[in-house]
């Protein structure tokens, strides 16, 4: 049986310029698609998140791309968040952007890809990531920590370190297998005639 196609959601968690981890982003966004997945690559570079005030649940008029990523996070099976540690936590931007939203991620599957320059693979930015979803009543899924992130990729987004392509194809099946346990099964369309 062939698996189901998920709609899946990456979520880069930096806006730096020259940032590293928008390689293995785009990189796990690829493989997502080459593996049939419907995935979208949330670029926050691509938007104007505004500081948080409220909620996008609690205003009548939310900020329309803050709008836009609660809709996409709605529509999504699984969220793959992919996140530098820095100074011991995720970004603040991340961290920003998460705090908009609250029911939209109920039940909703995360996974993550930590990066970081070093050799922790961002693994505190992961503890921290992992309570945020239990908080969000969200499911805490497959990881894959990146280690030395600038010997991994090249500077145009090549992945150098040919270890990580078995990596990266374990994470994008072990996520759409995590995945699939939540994904509303399809409603049965009773016969008719009978
Ligand atoms: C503000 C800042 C804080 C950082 N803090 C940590 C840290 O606490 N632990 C760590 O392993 N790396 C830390 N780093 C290194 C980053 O994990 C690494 O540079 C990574 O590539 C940053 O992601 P980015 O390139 O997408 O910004 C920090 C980097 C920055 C810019």
């Given at each position: 049986?062939?698996?189901?196609?998920?709609?899946?959601?990456?979520?880069?968690?930096?806006?730096?310029?020259?940032?590293?981890?928008?390689?293995p982003?785009?990189?796990?966004?690829?493989?997502?698609?080459?593996?049939?997945?419907n995935t979208?690559?949330f670029?926050?570079?691509?938007?104007?998140?505004?500081?948080?005030?409220?909620?996008?649940?609690?205003?009548?008029?939310?900020?329309?791309?803050v709008?836009?990523?609660?809709?996409?996070?709605e529509?999504?099976?699984?969220?793959?968040?992919?996140?530098p540690?820095?100074?011991h936590?995720?970004p603040?931007?991340?961290?920003?952007?998460?705090?908009h939203?609250?029911?939209e991620?109920?039940?909703?599957?995360?996974?993550?890809?930590?990066?970081?320059?070093?050799?922790?693979?961002?693994?505190?930015?992961?503890?921290?990531?992992?309570?945020?979803?239990?908080?969000f009543?969200?499911?805490?899924?497959?990881?894959?920590?990146?280690?030395?992130?600038?010997?991994?990729?090249?500077?145009?987004?090549?992945?150098?370190?040919?270890?990580?392509?078995?990596?990266?194809?374990?994470?994008?099946?072990a996520?759409?297998?995590?995945?699939?346990?939540?994904v509303?099964?399809?409603v049965?369309?009773p016969?008719?005639?009978?």
């Amino acid at each position: 049986m062939t698996a189901p196609s998920l709609q899946i959601l990456v979520v880069q968690g930096t806006i730096r310029e020259g940032r590293s981890s928008i390689h293995p982003a785009r990189y796990v966004t690829d493989s997502f698609r080459e593996n049939g997945h419907n995935t979208e690559l949330f670029d926050m570079r691509d938007y104007e998140i505004p500081l948080f005030r409220n909620r996008r649940d609690a205003v009548s008029d939310p900020h329309p791309d803050v709008d836009a990523f609660g809709q996409k996070v709605e529509a999504a099976d699984a969220l793959v968040i992919v996140a530098p540690e820095y100074n011991h936590s995720i970004p603040g931007t991340l961290k920003n952007l998460l705090d908009h939203l609250y029911p939209e991620y109920e039940n909703t599957a995360f996974s993550y890809v930590t990066v970081s320059a070093g050799g922790f693979g961002g693994v505190r930015a992961l503890s921290h990531l992992h309570d945020i979803t239990l908080e969000f009543n969200a499911h805490p899924g497959p990881d894959l920590p990146v280690s030395n992130v600038r010997d991994a990729f090249g500077e145009d987004g090549t992945l150098i370190d040919e270890t990580y392509e078995d990596r990266f194809e374990e994470f994008v099946e072990a996520v759409a297998d995590y995945a699939e346990q939540f994904v509303p099964a399809a409603v049965d369309t009773p016969e008719t005639g009978i």
